[in-house]
């Protein structure tokens, strides 16, 4: 028997039996969870009704992350899958589904932002950092370029320090088993105080 979506098997409100009116329809159907993982890509084509296509992701190791407070969107490995408000048994098997919480490479948001601002992000490795770099000549133009920008270079606390781990908090917003693909955006201000909270709840206990 094959996963069915239709309501003609339920019950009335009043709790009565309705009498079977037809068998199953094709357009009634449903399809097993894709259950994508972490590692190298992998996405099936499926066929879907007017000839239109899903891709369903089985394995997917990086995806497009948003940083909102900065504007900015980069491509980055999936680390890990840590709290997950539907289902712990998706957190266990490190399943990648919409909503989820992982963890992501904060190396080329680091990057960026000490491109653009002239600032480490991270303050542990900002002073060890510091005494190895070289010097790199800056025109006068770049120099005021960036001193203008330092002004705004403000980074939440909690931010900051997941930037000296190397390993930031996400969400996923898109589907992977749908579209094929794990985008997200990184969690930033009560957001990020409600689920890390919400993650040394579930450690605790």
Known sequence: MGISRDSVHKRRKTGGKRPMVRKK??????RPAANTKIASKRIRVVRTMGGNEKYRALRLDTGNFAWASEGITRKTRVLDVVYNASNN???????LVKNAIIQ???TPFRQW??????????RKKKN?????EEIVKKSNHAERKLAARKVDAKIGQLLDDQF???RLYACIAS????SGRCDGYILEGKE?????????????K
Request: cysteine-free; overall charge positive; glycine content about 12%.
């Open 25 to 30: 329809r094709k357009f009634e159907l449903g």
């Open 89 to 95: 048994e998706l957190v266990r098997t490190k399943t």
């Open 104 to 106: 992501i490479d904060s």
């Open 113 to 122: 932002y000490e491109g653009h601002y002239g600032v480490t992000a991270g």
């Open 128 to 132: 060890a950092e510091e005494k190895t």
């Open 164 to 166: 000296n781990t190397g």
């Open 175 to 178: 589907r992977p088993g749908q």
């Open 192 to 204: 990020l105080e409600f689920y890390l909270k919400k993650i040394k709840m579930k450690k605790s």
